[in-house]
C-alpha cells in the first residue's frame, strides 16, 4: 500500500500545520466585477524571452487568449469540491489571503499530502494531461528541450488572488527535487519579488508579471525567496473568463515519493 502521509523536507515543514482549517470558498463568476472598476486591456504582449537572473526566465505573452481561457475553464473545474478552492492557514492560525487549490499533491503549509487534509479531506484532483504537457513545454522553452522532456510535473498549486491579496517573501522548500518551478500569471498584472537563495531581505528584483506570462525559476534560484506584494486592479483582460484579479498557476516536480 502506499503511504500518503505528507514527507516532511524543510523547516518550515516541521512547524506543523495550524489546527484550524483553512476557509472553503467559491470561485466569483467572470462578471462579478465591481462597477467602478475599469479593465484596461491593452491586448497581447509581444513574445519575448528575459534572463532575469541565473536561472529565472521570463517570457512575456507566452501563452495567447485562447490558451489562457482553456486554462481558466480549468481552473474552474478545479476549484469546486471535492477538495476545491480555499483560503489555506499557516501554522499560526493566520488565514493567507490568496484563495488556493492543489492538483496532484495537495499543499497546505507547510508540508504536501495526497487529500485536502484542511478542508474535506477529499483526495486531490489529478493533475490533467494537458497541463503535464503544457508545463514541459515551459521548461523545454526557458531550459532547453532536454530539460523539459525529463521534466515530470506532479504537483500544481493555483493561487487566485484578490484586489487586496499578496504573498509573502517564501521559499518552495517542501519538495526534495531541485527540477525548475513554473509560474503561468493569468488575469490582472502583479509584481513579482525576488530577494535571494539565502535571504529574504533587500535588495530585490521586481518584475510585473501580465496575462500570458511565464516565469519559470530553477538551478541556482530554484530556492529563491520570492512573493507577490501588489496586484494591480482592472488590469487584465476581459475576454479569458476570469472574475477580477489574478491567477496564477504554479507547477512543481516535488520528488516525492508516493
Not at 75 to 100: C, D, E, K, Y
Not at 127 to 136: F, K, N, T, Y
Not at 170 to 186: F, K, M, Y
Request: charged share 25%.
Amino acid at each position: 500500500m502506499t503511504d500518503s502521509r505528507p514527507t516532511m523536507t524543510s523547516a518550515r515543514s516541521r512547524m506543523g500545520s495550524s489546527r484550524l482549517s483553512g476557509v472553503p470558498t467559491r470561485l466569483a463568476d467572470a462578471d462579478e466585477r465591481a462597477p467602478e472598476t475599469l479593465a484596461l486591456d491593452f491586448g497581447a504582449r509581444p513574445r519575448a524571452r528575459h534572463d532575469v537572473m541565473p536561472g529565472v526566465v521570463l517570457i512575456t505573452g507566452w501563452l495567447d487568449t485562447e490558451q489562457q481561457r482553456s486554462l481558466v475553464d480549468g481552473f474552474r473545474r478545479w476549484s469546486l469540491p471535492p477538495a476545491g478552492l480555499r483560503h489555506p492557514r499557516v501554522p499560526s492560525g493566520h488565514l493567507m489571503t490568496v484563495q488556493s487549490v492543489c492538483l496532484g499533491w495537495h499543499w497546505q503549509p507547510y508540508a504536501y499530502s495526497r487529500t485536502a487534509d484542511d478542508t474535506d479531506g477529499a483526495p486531490v484532483k489529478p493533475i490533467p494531461s494537458d497541463l503535464v504537457e503544457l508545463a514541459r513545454r515551459a521548461v523545454g522553452d526557458t531550459f532547453g528541450t532536454e530539460a523539459g522532456t525529463r521534466y515530470a510535473p506532479d504537483a500544481v498549486i493555483a493561487n487566485l488572488y484578490t484586489d487586496d491579496a499578496k504573498l509573502g517573501l517564501h521559499q518552495d522548500g517542501e519538495e526534495p527535487s531541485d527540477a525548475p518551478v513554473v509560474t503561468i500569471s493569468l488575469g490582472d498584472t502583479c509584481d513579482f519579488r525576488m530577494a535571494g537563495v539565502d535571504r529574504r531581505t533587500a535588495p530585490f528584483a521586481d518584475l510585473q508579471l501580465h496575462s500570458g506570462d511565464l516565469l519559470v525559476f530553477g538551478g541556482p534560484s530554484r530556492r529563491i525567496y520570492h512573493g507577490v506584494p501588489r496586484v494591480h486592479p482592472g488590469t487584465g483582460p476581459r475576454d479569458i473568463g476570469l472574475p477580477p484579479g489574478r491567477l496564477s498557476i504554479t507547477v512543481r516536480e516535488t520528488g516525492l515519493a508516493g
